[in-house]
């Protein structure tokens, strides 16, 4: 298949996986991974997009992938400050909803 | 013809503005606030003379503010809103005197009385609403600014009170917004005509009656339509200057205005009768009037009496509307005016005998004529009036009632009116016995001599000259100035050839 | 003077204003309270005369850069961006008069609110202009991240797990608005809303993209059943942030939203279906909620999930009388970011008072705190839809839209849900009536907070008396 399609399918797939993990994942800092990965899932079906038989390579999506690992860069960031100060007041970073489920003798997954 | 559009808004604004200075009085500045009180209260009254001569002499008075896209923001003087106004400013002034009297020393006087200006400038308003869409705006200021007076007592008990007296009079109000949107998605306009706007325009009577039912219903709410008046004897909990404001100007009465306008200035009387509205309405009218009777004879609480015999006198109004003749009509509309002086005036009375005796029940009163001779004779005399005894106003607004059901061919309406009297009788008669010709069992009372009790002259001078009204408009009724000669006039301008 | 209203760029200004202000406050924090006041007031001084000049001269535009669509990126604003700037400003000036007094206690929270309130209020006022879809996500970022911080500032251990989770949905709706931005792209080679309204031509190639754009902005503006975020968040974060979250933030994302319904004009009569369904149960499961809730903060945040809703509505409104529908909606709109402002000010105002915000516990607070009960009360009249408020008329727009075309069912949603509103704005204020023996402080409470939350809510009731004049912007805007 071509560049194009392959992009696309890897992207959304990776998409996918993240956004499977962020809901189903109990401790924040894997959400945030999570996180992490569809938003590289989205660059690559951006960088795709790029890739299709322009007259060379399109740079505009080139653009928007850099602004946004800027982005996510930043959202990162505060998310994990914001998983420390969770973990600080509250002793486990896990979300109320996601403590019951999560005892505290097993490894946290 | 000139237009003046700057008198409708200074006639709101003679109690608006008062009435936001008042809130920001501190508590002890009673002679500032019974200035801006009295004072607004004659301004208002002297401004609408200005507008009655201007009317006489053709002048206009409208205000047209656009509201909505399409709708405009309506204020009109005719007949009937002139009918209105004059009848709650002047028992609003009456009203003013008692409450300045009757809340001496009482808490949180100047959040009273900002509401209760507040409260009547909403009244006004509604008044002269020259479309529905005004007159829902105002009906549903009157909803929210009455509610501080429900619960100004500021106890558990009142607070129950002001949800129940919420939650009937915002679905009345719901219900009036739909019936509105739909009349005006259904006929494109909604402004006030005589006869009505809604014949002639092509439109499924079918839907019509269903439009009509809903905006009965949602004004009936505030005019005690039965099974809609249960929250009337649950606002007693109120302090008596807003039981009598409520009961005789402003909230039922603005809900028996909201009948006569759409009846009359919305569907038009003869086409609501084409339409087989009317005979329904008159019945639930006729059974409103029956039931609110027969629940007063078994109230022993002098107000919660005088509560459901209100939701019985203010049916007659309905049925006047309903029975849709010429006749009936100008009872309809009379007792408009004359129930609302003779129910303040028992309001009023019932008021001195719980601040200046401290009773409250029917079965305490037995002499207390002697003791408080003027309150009584006040009392006697509206009393005469609601049963329909000449020379009192209730007997003429009685009598046109009966004659207009006889002129339609519906003479049951004679035999709810004999029955509503004998009723109405059975309930007040015994209190005016008990009053002037029993003994009274409680030592205190007894101990003390004639006049004792009596309230001072604040508190005595509302209800005289209101019942001293009613019995002048009952004695010289067919002469020019009453309220007979003005609603005959108004009457005559809602039937075609 | 008026020649300097008309010719200067104010587009820009109203994105740079607040930005530099909030740099500024960042760098010297020291100073960061008294300059973020002032750029605070200068973007709202600047706002007003970017409407003076839509209002006389028409819609503008700005090509950042010099450059111009589609390599540059422009930025549109007509009237209905001036009338989201307008408000903002208003919101935005009430919600910066409160927070100075507010936060004067806790010094170092100052420090951090007022650079992440300007950061916020740039993102706003560039997102209400963007012409450009990635422009928009850069925005939409900026945006999250900004309230997000403002959330987590209250430092409890409440406000930072909701705010964690708001980040969580937040980044995930940011993320599908990325896909769909990456698939229309793919499908039709630029970014300008523009050039794709176009160039857009319908079928799944469009669908699919404006599906997942849609599904983010519905997370982001916490429409049932993405709700579960928005009271935890909005109830739990200090006064001044919850109003800017439910009045301002929670709006931007649907102003997204109708941009990509008025560009694209999807003729689908299932997702309009499907939008005012998810509205209308949004609208009673809210309103349900409020009337549960024993603490005041929470009962407002429920109110807002229950009131986004009445927005919605709008979607399956629209057919016949395209202008009356979308009108209400965005009347409705801007009154509720009056209201629910003037409602988090006022319940923050009580809340400093009587060092708690139990509602059976407010003990008669009509008499100690006038000024706050009648901005609790207007705002409350506004947002049951009673008159003469600017609830009113969007709630009447709506309701004569429905029953034009017949839609009982529309109808009733809207009439049974101003009826549950009215039970629980008059459930609060039964009980600040009432006198009640439960504990409480008493602290003063500056006059300026309560002189904010009263002129907030008397701006909800100014709205009633100028919707012609303020809906004669939106002409050319709404298709």
């Given at each position: 298949?071509?560049?194009?399609?392959?992009?696309?399918?890897?992207?959304?797939?990776?998409?996918?996986?993240?956004?499977?993990?962020?809901?189903?994942?109990?401790?924040?800092?894997?959400?945030?991974?999570?996180?992490?990965?569809?938003?590289?899932?989205?660059?690559?079906?951006?960088?795709?997009?790029?890739?299709?038989?322009?007259?060379?390579?399109?740079?505009?999506?080139?653009?928007?992938?850099?602004?946004?690992?800027?982005?996510?860069?930043?959202?990162?960031?505060?998310?994990?400050?914001?998983?420390?100060?969770?973990?600080?007041?509250?002793?486990?970073?896990?979300?109320?909803?996601?403590?019951?489920?999560?005892?505290?003798?097993?490894?946290?997954? | 013809?000139?237009?003046?559009?700057?008198?409708?808004?200074?006639?709101?604004?003679?109690?608006?503005?008062?009435?936001?200075?008042?809130?920001?009085?501190?508590?002890?500045?009673?002679?500032?606030?019974?200035?801006?009180?009295?004072?607004?209260?004659?301004?208002?009254?002297?401004?609408?003379?200005?507008?009655?001569?201007?009317?006489?002499?053709?002048?206009?008075?409208?205000?047209?503010?656009?509201?909505?896209?399409?709708?405009?923001?309506?204020?009109?003087?005719?007949?009937?809103?002139?009918?209105?106004?004059?009848?709650?400013?002047?028992?609003?002034?009456?009203?003013?005197?008692?409450?300045?009297?009757?809340?001496?020393?009482?808490?949180?006087?100047?959040?009273?009385?900002?509401?209760?200006?507040?409260?009547?400038?909403?009244?006004?308003?509604?008044?002269?609403?020259?479309?529905?869409?005004?007159?829902?705006?105002?009906?549903?200021?009157?909803?929210?600014?009455?509610?501080?007076?429900?619960?100004?007592?500021?106890?558990?008990?009142?607070?129950?009170?002001?949800?129940?007296?919420?939650?009937?009079?915002?679905?009345?109000?719901?219900?009036?917004?739909?019936?509105?949107?739909?009349?005006?998605?259904?006929?494109?306009?909604?402004?006030?005509?005589?006869?009505?706007?809604?014949?002639?325009?092509?439109?499924?009577?079918?839907?019509?009656?269903?439009?009509?039912?809903?905006?009965?219903?949602?004004?009936?709410?505030?005019?005690?339509?039965?099974?809609?008046?249960?929250?009337?004897?649950?606002?007693?909990?109120?302090?008596?200057?807003?039981?009598?404001?409520?009961?005789?100007?402003?909230?039922?009465?603005?809900?028996?205005?909201?009948?006569?306008?759409?009846?009359?200035?919305?569907?038009?009387?003869?086409?609501?009768?084409?339409?087989?509205?009317?005979?329904?309405?008159?019945?639930?009218?006729?059974?409103?009037?029956?039931?609110?009777?027969?629940?007063?004879?078994?109230?022993?609480?002098?107000?919660?009496?005088?509560?459901?015999?209100?939701?019985?006198?203010?049916?007659?109004?309905?049925?006047?509307?309903?029975?849709?003749?010429?006749?009936?009509?100008?009872?309809?509309?009379?007792?408009?005016?004359?129930?609302?002086?003779?129910?303040?005036?028992?309001?009023?009375?019932?008021?001195?005998?719980?601040?200046?005796?401290?009773?409250?029940?029917?079965?305490?009163?037995?002499?207390?004529?002697?003791?408080?001779?003027?309150?009584?004779?006040?009392?006697?005399?509206?009393?005469?009036?609601?049963?329909?005894?000449?020379?009192?106003?209730?007997?003429?607004?009685?009598?046109?009632?009966?004659?207009?059901?006889?002129?339609v061919g519906q003479d049951w309406v004679l035999l709810v009116l004999a029955g509503s009297s004998i009723l109405n009788a059975a309930y007040f008669l015994p209190i005016v016995r008990t009053a002037w010709f029993d003994e009274p069992?409680?030592?205190?009372?007894?101990?003390?001599?004639?006049?004792?009790?009596?309230?001072?002259?604040?508190?005595?001078?509302?209800?005289?000259?209101?019942?001293?009204?009613?019995?002048?408009?009952?004695?010289?009724?067919?002469?020019?100035?009453?309220?007979?000669?003005?609603?005959?006039?108004?009457?005559?301008?809602?039937?075609?050839? | 003077?008026?020649?300097?209203?008309?010719?200067?760029?104010?587009?820009?200004?109203?994105?740079?204003?607040?930005?530099?202000?909030?740099?500024?406050?960042?760098?010297?924090?020291?100073?960061?309270?008294?300059?973020?006041?002032?750029?605070?007031?200068?973007?709202?001084?600047?706002?007003?005369?970017?409407?003076?000049?839509?209002?006389?001269?028409?819609?503008?535009?700005?090509?950042?850069?010099?450059?111009?669509?589609?390599?540059?990126?422009?930025?549109?604003?007509?009237?209905?961006?001036?009338?989201?700037?307008?408000?903002?400003?208003?919101?935005?000036?009430?919600?910066?008069?409160?927070?100075?007094?507010?936060?004067?206690?806790?010094?170092?929270?100052?420090?951090?609110?007022?650079?992440?309130?300007?950061?916020?209020?740039?993102?706003?006022?560039?997102?209400?202009?963007?012409?450009?879809?990635?422009?928009?996500?850069?925005?939409?970022?900026?945006?999250?991240?900004?309230?997000?911080?403002?959330?987590?500032?209250?430092?409890?251990?409440?406000?930072?797990?909701?705010?964690?989770?708001?980040?969580?949905?937040?980044?995930?709706?940011?993320?599908?608005?990325?896909?769909?931005?990456?698939?229309?792209?793919?499908?039709?080679?630029?970014?300008?809303?523009?050039?794709?309204?176009?160039?857009?031509?319908?079928?799944?190639?469009?669908?699919?993209?404006?599906?997942?754009?849609?599904?983010?902005?519905?997370?982001?503006?916490?429409?049932?059943p993405f709700h579960v975020w928005l009271p935890p968040a909005h109830g739990s974060a200090r006064a001044p942030v919850s109003a800017l979250l439910s009045a301002l933030v929670v709006k931007a994302s649907f102003y997204v939203l109708?941009?990509?319904?008025?560009?694209?004009?999807?003729?689908?009569?299932?997702?309009?279906?499907?939008?005012?369904?998810?509205?209308?149960?949004?609208?009673?499961?809210?309103?349900?909620?409020?009337?549960?809730?024993?603490?005041?903060?929470?009962?407002?945040?429920?109110?807002?999930?229950?009131?986004?809703?009445?927005?919605?509505?709008?979607?399956?409104?629209?057919?016949?009388?395209?202008?009356?529908?979308?009108?209400?909606?965005?009347?409705?709109?801007?009154?509720?970011?009056?209201?629910?402002?003037?409602?988090?000010?006022?319940?923050?105002?009580?809340?400093?008072?009587?060092?708690?915000?139990?509602?059976?516990?407010?003990?008669?607070?009509?008499?100690?705190?006038?000024?706050?009960?009648?901005?609790?009360?207007?705002?409350?009249?506004?947002?049951?839809?009673?008159?003469?408020?600017?609830?009113?008329?969007?709630?009447?727009?709506?309701?004569?839209?429905?029953?034009?075309?017949?839609?009982?069912?529309?109808?009733?949603?809207?009439?049974?849900?101003?009826?549950?509103?009215?039970?629980?704005?008059?459930?609060?204020?039964?009980?600040?009536?009432?006198?009640?023996?439960?504990?409480?402080?008493?602290?003063?409470?500056?006059?300026?907070?309560?002189?904010?939350?009263?002129?907030?809510?008397?701006?909800?009731?100014?709205?009633?008396?100028?919707?012609?004049?303020?809906?004669?912007?939106?002409?050319?805007?709404?298709?």
């Amino acid at each position: 298949m071509d560049n194009g399609l392959l992009f696309a399918a890897g992207g959304l797939g990776v998409f996918l996986i993240g956004a499977w993990a962020v809901v189903l994942r109990a401790h924040l800092i894997r959400k945030i991974l999570a996180l992490n990965l569809m938003s590289s899932g989205a660059f690559l079906l951006l960088v795709g997009a790029g890739a299709i038989g322009h007259a060379g390579v399109d740079p505009v999506p080139q653009a928007m992938v850099i602004t946004g690992i800027v982005v996510s860069i930043s959202a990162t960031a505060l998310g994990l400050a914001i998983v420390l100060r969770i973990a600080k007041t509250t002793g486990r970073a896990l979300l109320p909803e996601d403590r019951e489920r999560t005892p505290t003798d097993r490894p946290l997954r | 013809m000139t237009v003046n559009a700057w008198l409708p808004l200074a006639i709101l604004a003679s109690s608006l503005i008062p009435g936001l200075i008042i809130f920001t009085l501190p508590e002890r500045a009673v002679a500032l606030r019974t200035t801006l009180n009295l004072g607004g209260a004659v301004v208002k009254i002297l401004l609408l003379v200005l507008m009655m001569v201007g009317v006489f002499h053709g002048v206009v008075f409208e205000v047209r503010i656009p509201l909505v896209p399409g709708l405009d923001f309506v204020l009109h003087a005719d007949a009937l809103s002139l009918l209105f106004v004059n009848l709650s400013a002047v028992l609003w002034l009456a009203t003013t005197v008692y409450a300045i009297g009757y809340l001496e020393g009482s808490p949180h006087r100047s959040r009273f009385f900002g509401y209760f200006s507040l409260c009547v400038t909403a009244t006004v308003g509604l008044a002269m609403a020259g479309n529905l869409l005004t007159f829902l705006v105002f009906y549903e200021a009157l909803t929210l600014t009455t509610y501080p007076l429900v619960v100004h007592r500021e106890t558990e008990v009142a607070r129950r009170a002001g949800r129940i007296y919420l939650a009937y009079t915002l679905l009345g109000g719901v219900l009036l917004l739909t019936g509105t949107v739909w009349l005006y998605a259904l006929t494109g306009t909604l402004e006030f005509v005589d006869r009505g706007f809604v014949s002639g325009l092509g439109i499924d009577p079918a839907v019509l009656r269903v439009v009509f039912a809903v905006l009965i219903l949602g004004v009936g709410v505030k005019a005690a339509l039965v099974p809609l008046h249960a929250w009337l004897p649950r606002a007693m909990v109120a302090p008596a200057p807003v039981s009598a404001l409520l009961h005789a100007v402003a909230v039922v009465k603005a809900g028996a205005f909201g009948i006569v306008r759409i009846v009359y200035d919305v569907f038009g009387v003869e086409y609501a009768a084409e339409l087989g509205v009317t005979l329904p309405l008159a019945v639930l009218a006729a059974f409103t009037i029956l039931y609110g009777s027969v629940r007063a004879l078994f109230q022993d609480n002098l107000k919660r009496r005088l509560a459901f015999s209100t939701v019985s006198q203010v049916s007659y109004i309905t049925l006047g509307v309903a029975i849709a003749g010429p006749i009936a009509t100008i009872g309809g509309l009379v007792h408009l005016v004359h129930q609302g002086f003779m129910k303040i005036t028992l309001f009023f009375c019932a008021g001195n005998y719980a601040e200046s005796a401290g009773l409250h029940q029917v079965s305490e009163l037995a002499g207390i004529g002697r003791r408080m001779p003027w309150t009584t004779a006040a009392f006697t005399l509206a009393a005469f009036g609601m049963i329909g005894m000449p020379p009192m106003a209730g007997f003429v607004s009685k009598w046109y009632l009966g004659l207009g059901g006889l002129e339609v061919g519906q003479d049951w309406v004679l035999l709810v009116l004999a029955g509503s009297s004998i009723l109405n009788a059975a309930y007040f008669l015994p209190i005016v016995r008990t009053a002037w010709f029993d003994e009274p069992s409680d030592e205190r009372i007894r101990s003390v001599g004639p006049g004792g009790l009596e309230s001072p002259l604040m508190l005595l001078l509302p209800p005289l000259a209101t019942v001293a009204a009613a019995l002048v408009w009952g004695l010289f009724a067919t002469m020019p100035g009453t309220p007979l000669d003005w609603v005959q006039f108004i009457a005559s301008r809602k039937y075609g050839e | 003077m008026q020649t300097f209203i008309v010719d200067t760029p104010w587009t820009i200004w109203v994105v740079a204003v607040p930005l530099i202000g909030a740099l500024l406050a960042f760098l010297w924090p020291r100073r960061a309270v008294a300059t973020g006041f002032a750029f605070g007031l200068a973007t709202a001084a600047v706002s007003l005369a970017l409407l003076w000049q839509v209002a006389a001269s028409g819609p503008r535009i700005y090509a950042m850069g010099g450059w111009g669509a589609p390599i540059g990126v422009d930025l549109h604003t007509d009237g209905l961006s001036a009338i989201m700037l307008t408000m903002a400003a208003v919101v935005g000036t009430a919600v910066s008069v409160y927070a100075r007094p507010y936060l004067a206690a806790t010094p170092d929270k100052a420090r951090g609110f007022w650079p992440l309130w300007l950061f916020l209020w740039a993102a706003l006022n560039a997102l209400f202009q963007t012409n450009d879809i990635f422009n928009l996500y850069v925005t939409l970022e900026l945006l999250g991240l900004s309230a997000v911080a403002l959330v987590a500032l209250a430092g409890s251990g409440p406000a930072l797990l909701g705010a964690m989770r708001y980040l969580l949905v937040s980044l995930c709706g940011s993320m599908a608005f990325l896909v769909g931005i990456a698939l229309l792209y793919r499908a039709y080679g630029t970014l300008d809303l523009t050039l794709l309204a176009a160039r857009a031509d319908g079928g799944l190639q469009l669908g699919i993209p404006l599906g997942a754009m849609v599904a983010g902005m519905l997370l982001k503006t916490g429409l049932f059943p993405f709700h579960v975020w928005l009271p935890p968040a909005h109830g739990s974060a200090r006064a001044p942030v919850s109003a800017l979250l439910s009045a301002l933030v929670v709006k931007a994302s649907f102003y997204v939203l109708l941009r990509l319904w008025f560009t694209f004009q999807p003729a689908d009569e299932g997702l309009a279906l499907l939008l005012g369904g998810l509205g209308a149960v949004a609208v009673f499961w809210g309103s349900f909620q409020a009337l549960r809730q024993r603490r005041l903060k929470l009962l407002v945040a429920y109110s807002t999930a229950a009131q986004l809703g009445y927005l919605f509505l709008a979607f399956p409104l629209a057919a016949s009388d395209p202008a009356l529908a979308w009108g209400g909606s965005i009347y409705l709109a801007v009154s509720h970011a009056c209201a629910k402002g003037a409602m988090f000010l006022a319940a923050g105002s009580i809340m400093t008072e009587q060092g708690h915000d139990d509602i059976d516990g407010l003990d008669r607070v009509v008499d100690r705190m006038p000024l706050t009960t009648a901005a609790f009360a207007l705002a409350g009249i506004s947002l049951a839809g009673l008159p003469p408020t600017g609830g009113f008329v969007g709630k009447w727009m709506l309701l004569q839209a429905a029953l034009e075309q017949g839609l009982w069912h529309w109808a009733l949603v809207i009439v049974g849900g101003g009826l549950l509103t009215a039970a629980y704005v008059f459930r609060v204020l039964g009980y600040a009536f009432t006198e009640s023996s439960h504990a409480r402080e008493e602290h003063a409470v500056p006059r300026t907070m309560e002189w904010a939350a009263l002129a907030l809510a008397l701006a909800a009731v100014s709205l009633g008396f100028i919707a012609p004049w303020a809906l004669s912007l939106l002409e050319g805007v709404l298709p």
